[in-house]
């Protein structure tokens, strides 16, 4: 990696000691205001980490342009610091699921909802945006990128800068759940910056990650207030988290070439023909994986799993229905979708002898509306209804129903 004018005075100690001030003004200060003052409050802890790095450049007389380095950059190298951000992103996804199956008290963490909630805080659609996409994009990268890593450079191997750099980034977010993704995300954004010592690349891409986030937190909250699917973090449990994997690893498994794309185009000097070789391997088998995976869910966590077309004239007091038999008591899993139908919908459950257990109305407003609930259900038979409602109607209507086992 590129040294500083001045290295001698910026040691790897000193690395660690600037990043312990940062914990510490984090949990004290940034907690206060984040608790106090919410998304002012969240832009409040991103600008005090400005000041620090700024701060810490300024009291060891190191130059700005050095410490916080910022020059033009090639198309090669925007697309390869994009394909590798990406790439270490889709693992870094995966990641969360298999610490949700492995240690389902991870997903207890409330650090995932708390950033929902901001995103459908009151503050303006375009405001949110920009304070939870752009300001940690900026002013993380100045104190992680920028004076942190500084004092780093003096180690010979950039993978061990590279190394360090993403525990601490991982550190920096306080969450289990998140830990490995967070610290993947800090290994790449420094990998960029160690090769093309410009910190204007892992502050774009920094951005482009939250964007895409928090485009996909409001599509999503936007989708399940119309559909009334209840699909908040506090439902997550290690059995769904299993049943979602096997769909994620089908849609990341090409994300090893898009490291070594990444890697190849940044640094095509360091590159070896022989990655590709071991990105086909890792991608193979993570298909593979992934159909096993739901061979495996579908044997031993489905109750029942039906669907059903229909055409509906009117409103209907009975419904069509799926009956499923409950073979031990405890906590399940009731997913519901309809499609091209209008009008409301309600889902009743009853038992063997007619009694409703459950019920419980889908909102109207969509073409295509999911409900999702976990119940808990004794030993027995039951049915499952779907009765159409006021202004309900359409032909060729779908609906499916799945029913399994809660972690």
């Not at 949700?100 to 909802?113: F, H, T, V």
């Not at 990998?191 to 485009?215: D, E, P």
Request: hydrophobic letters at 50%; glycine letters at 8%.
């Amino acid at each position: 990696m590129q040294q500083l004018t001045d290295q001698h005075r910026l040691k790897p100690w000193m690395g660690f000691a600037l990043f312990a001030l940062v914990m510490a003004l984090f949990v004290t200060a940034g907690s206060f205001m984040q608790t106090h003052w919410g998304l002012t409050g969240l832009l409040l802890t991103e600008v005090m980490f400005l000041i620090v790095a700024v701060s810490y450049c300024l009291v060891f007389r190191i130059p700005v342009k050095e410490m916080f380095p910022v020059k033009k950059f090639s198309a090669r190298d925007f697309f390869g610091s994009l394909l590798l951000t990406l790439g270490g992103l889709s693992f870094g996804m995966l990641s969360i699921f298999l610490v949700g199956i492995i240690y389902p008290k991870a997903l207890e963490s409330n650090d995932i909802k708390v950033l929902s909630e901001l995103s459908k805080g009151s503050s303006g659609y375009v405001l949110t945006l920009l304070i939870l996409s752009l300001s940690p994009a900026i002013c993380e990268e100045a104190i992680h990128r920028g004076a942190i890593l500084s004092n780093f450079r003096s180690i010979k191997k950039d993978w061990i800068i590279v190394l360090i750099m993403g525990i601490l980034f991982g550190i920096n977010h306080l969450s289990v759940a998140r830990f490995i993704n967070t610290a993947l995300l800090g290994a790449c954004l420094s990998y960029i910056v160690v090769k093309k010592n410009n910190i204007i690349l892992s502050s774009i891409m920094h951005f482009t990650v939250n964007f895409g986030s928090m485009m996909i937190s409001f599509i999503s909250n936007s989708v399940s207030d119309n559909s009334g699917a209840a699909q908040s973090s506090a439902q997550m449990t290690s059995n769904t988290m299993l049943t979602a994997l096997p769909v994620y690893l089908l849609f990341f498994h090409t994300a090893p070439f898009f490291i070594v794309a990444g890697l190849w185009m940044l640094s095509p000097s360091a590159h070896k023909k022989i990655r590709f070789l071991f990105a086909g391997i890792l991608s193979v088998t993570m298909f593979i994986s992934a159909i096993v995976i739901a061979g495996i869910n579908a044997k031993v966590n489905e109750v029942a799993d039906s669907t059903l077309n229909y055409t509906v004239y009117r409103e209907q007091t009975e419904g069509t229905h799926v009956d499923f038999e409950i073979t031990k008591a405890g906590k399940y899993n009731v997913v519901c979708q309809v499609i091209n139908s209008d009008g409301e919908y309600e889902i009743r459950i009853n038992d063997s002898l007619g009694e409703n257990v459950f019920s419980d109305w889908m909102q109207s407003g969509t073409k295509i509306r999911t409900y999702s609930n976990t119940l808990d259900l004794e030993e027995g038979e039951y049915s499952l209804y779907l009765v159409s409602g006021k202004a309900s109607g359409g032909d060729h209507i779908t609906v499916a129903v799945r029913i399994t086992k809660a972690g």
